[in-house]
């Protein structure tokens, strides 16, 4: 299947809801499929540039992947029009953004082909994720063309292996009230691993022990997954909200 360039916002204003890791997680997907990718980091903290780095020390990365740090939307605008302008390609593009912004962030929008919104199972990430979608809504109500604006929606971050009636709730009223995606991202320690190490694949190919190795590439095979429901999206964005 190709899909070529590909712009995917992950965005929430709430702080901590997985937006980093879902970054790394499709980019660790993206490139063991044969892609690819580029990371623009708009966070001060530069998470995933940091991450570029400890994966580039530890071995675990790929010339396939580049991490750009900027605090500037016009930079990241320019530089996704440096990437069209290149022979065609599979190049998945993902923008990841700090907790709390808004504003600075409709270019970036505007920019992308689709915006998603990673969140956790508390009553605190669905409420700052309801505001997220509203920032979404005003947005489109304020551009010029809002039918070309890229579609939303919400994934589910870090859920684990049995919710609690809490966390069953808090689902059951996402679903109820926003777009979400079918697929999403487990609880899983090699997550955690990737966040500290670099690439998924490459620090699976890298693990002898058999065990090890089948569990990261299992959260390879479920990034995948969710990786190949956003393309479909932006390939046939008509059944989207
Ligand atoms: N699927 C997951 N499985 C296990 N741990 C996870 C998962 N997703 C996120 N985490 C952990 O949760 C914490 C917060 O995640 P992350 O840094 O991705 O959030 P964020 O939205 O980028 O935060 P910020 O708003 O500060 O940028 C990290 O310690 C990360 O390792
Ligand atoms: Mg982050």
């Not at 070309?148 to 859920?159: D, K």
């Not at 059951?172 to 697929?183: G, K, T, Y």
């Amino acid at each position: 299947m190709e899909y070529g360039i590909r712009v995917v916002l992950v965005m929430n204003r709430k702080g901590g809801s997985g937006k980093s890791t879902l970054c790394r997680a499709l980019a660790s997907a993206a490139v063991a499929r044969g892609e690819t990718v580029t990371i623009f980091d708009t966070d001060s903290s530069k998470s995933c540039l940091n991450w570029m780095r400890a994966g580039q020390t530890a071995g675990h990365w790929s010339p396939s992947v580049a991490v750009i740090h900027t605090l500037d939307a016009h930079r990241v605008a320019e530089a996704i029009d440096q990437i069209y302008e290149q022979p065609d390609q599979e190049h998945l593009i993902l923008i990841d953004t700090f907790g709390g912004g808004s504003e600075a962030q409709d270019m970036l929008a505007v920019a992308a082909h689709r915006i998603v919104c990673p969140m956790m199972l508390s009553r605190g990430d669905l409420s700052e994720t309801m505001e997220t979608a509203r920032w979404y809504l005003t947005l489109r109500q304020r551009i010029d063309r809002p039918e070309a604006l890229a579609s939303f929606s919400v994934i589910l971050s870090r859920v684990p292996a049995r919710l609690s009636e809490t966390e069953r709730l808090v689902a059951e009223e996402l679903f109820r009230s926003l777009p979400a995606c079918e697929a999403w991202l487990s609880n899983r320690s090699a997550y955690v691993r990737m966040d500290r190490e670099g690439l998924l694949g490459v620090i699976a190919d890298k693990t002898p022990n058999r065990g090890l190795a089948a569990h990261l590439q299992a959260a390879v095979t479920e990034a995948g997954a969710l990786l190949d429901e956003i393309d479909q999206s932006i390939l046939s964005p008509a059944e989207v909200a």
